[in-house]
Structure formats: structure tokens, C-alpha cells
């Protein structure tokens, strides 16, 4: 068996599973933490296992704990993954129906969420400026998208087609075609139950890179929203 170095232990407070991991043939490392006989939770006590891993994650994990801000809780990790493979094993079909659904579930979310998310995520990264992404990020909420269908003419030509009816508007980088959008078939969608998923999807995903750069860039307190858009009669 290899002695595992002194002090080189992969824990975060309260860590109470050990973890044997496999690094070659016939050998172990074994990582034993002090058992916390205190109560985890409302659950009650818990109890001590030997956790086997590949090599190659003993080594990710080894190199994790030397990364500034990693904290990675073993024994949460495990007893949910536990958990939720049981959970698995139970309910045939429900556990992973119910894990999709929680991830969509929120107002109407699926598809169009989804990959308005992605596109919400590449324009942060690749596109917008960083006062762009905090008037986003601090200004609106997915309460801000709505949208709706109205009639409308132009040099003559009539028709109807969805419009933004809220705050949020998306920026002029998807010009003309917003609030229409393009899903991950190339198609434009003009479905306004479907555009308010996309671009509250957009919304979600410029958040989440402005929660993980601010830590690094102060934000920019950005301008009040403008009034809704006001209603033309044509």
C-alpha cells in the first residue's frame, strides 16, 4: 500500500468519508479523515466509506488542492452521487425525468432556453463590453422578457410579427431579426412563447458570466432601463 503524504489530505471541514483511491496495480492510497460523529444535517449522524476512484481522478484531485479558491467536499460529492444512483435504481425512468425537468423547469423552460443560453454566454464572452454585460447582468430580470405579436407597416408593406413589450430589448447586435432568433437548426423562429424562453435563456447566460468575472472586474453601475415600448397606431 502507498503511504499517503503528511498534510496532503483532500478535505474540506468537516470531511467525514474516507477515500481509498487506485493508483496501480495491486496498490492503494488511502485517505482516512476523522470521522465527524456529529450530525451532517437533520439526517443525522454519519458514517464512514471507503470511496475507490481511477487514478486519474485521484490525480485531479490531488492538483485541485492546490488551486487558489477550490474547495472540494468529498463526502458531499459522493453521498449525492450515491444518492442519486439509488434514487436511480428505485424509481426506474422518474430520477432522470425529474433531474431534466428540474434543470427546464422554471417558466416553461426546454429547447429554446437552452440554446438561448449557449448564445447568451458566447455574445458575454466574445462580443459585448464589460458595460454591456453589467447593464444586462444588474438591469433586467426574466420577468423583463415579454413578448408579443402586433401588427405592423413598413413603406407600405403590412403584416404582423413579435415585438419586445417590456424593458428588456435585446442589444442591436442581433439586429433586424430580434426578437425573432436563430435555433440550433439555422432556422428563425418567430414563435413568441418560444422567443421568451430563448432570450430568457440569453439573459441567464449573460448573467452567469458577469457572476464569474465581477469577482475580477468591478461592475459598472449601469443606466436605468428605459421605459417599455409605447404602442403605435398605425
Known amino acids: 500500500m502507498c503511504n499517503f ?9 468537516g470531511e467525514c468519508v474516507s477515500l481509498s483511491t487506485v493508483c496501480t496495480a495491486g496498490q492503494e492510497w488511502l485517505l482516512s479523515p476523522p470521522v465527524n460523529t456529529e450530525p451532517a444535517d437533520r439526517h443525522g449522524p454519519v458514517q464512514r466509506l471507503n470511496v475507490s476512484v481511477r487514478s486519474e481522478t485521484y490525480d485531479r484531485l490531488r492538483a485541485a488542492r ?3 479558491g477550490v474547495e472540494i467536499n468529498v ?16 424509481k426506474p425512468g422518474v430520477a432522470d425525468l425529474v433531474a431534466r425537468l428540474r434543470v427546464e423547469s422554471d417558466l416553461r423552460r426546454g429547447r429554446p432556453y437552452s440554446w438561448g443560453h449557449v ?15 453589467c447593464n444586462f447582468a444588474m ?25 419586445f413589450l417590456d424593458r428588456f430589448e435585446a442589444p442591436k447586435d442581433y439586429d433586424p431579426i430580434a426578437p425573432t432568433y436563430v435555433d440550433e437548426y439555422e432556422r428563425q423562429v418567430d414563435d413568441p412563447n418560444m422567443g421568451e424562453q430563448y432570450w430568457r435563456g440569453w439573459l441567464a447566460g449573460v448573467k452567469g458570466i458577469f457572476e464569474k468575472v465581477k469577482e475580477e472586474l468591478e461592475p459598472i453601475l449601469p443606466p436605468p432601463p428605459g421605459d417599455p415600448p409605447v404602442d403605435v397606431e398605425f
Open 139 to 163: 438591469n433586467y430580470e426574466e420577468r423583463d422578457v415579454r413578448i408579443e405579436v402586433r401588427p405592423y407597416e413598413v413603406e407600405g408593406f403590412s403584416g404582423a410579427g413579435p415585438f
Open 119 to 133: 448564445e447568451g454566454e458566447r455574445w458575454a464572452r466574445e462580443v459585448a463590453s464589460w458595460a454591456e454585460i
Open 75 to 90: 463526502s458531499a460529492v459522493a453521498d449525492a452521487a450515491i444518492n442519486a444512483e439509488l434514487d436511480r435504481l428505485e
Open 66 to 68: 492546490n488551486m487558489k
Open 5 to 13: 503524504a503528511a498534510g496532503a489530505e483532500l478535505r474540506s471541514s
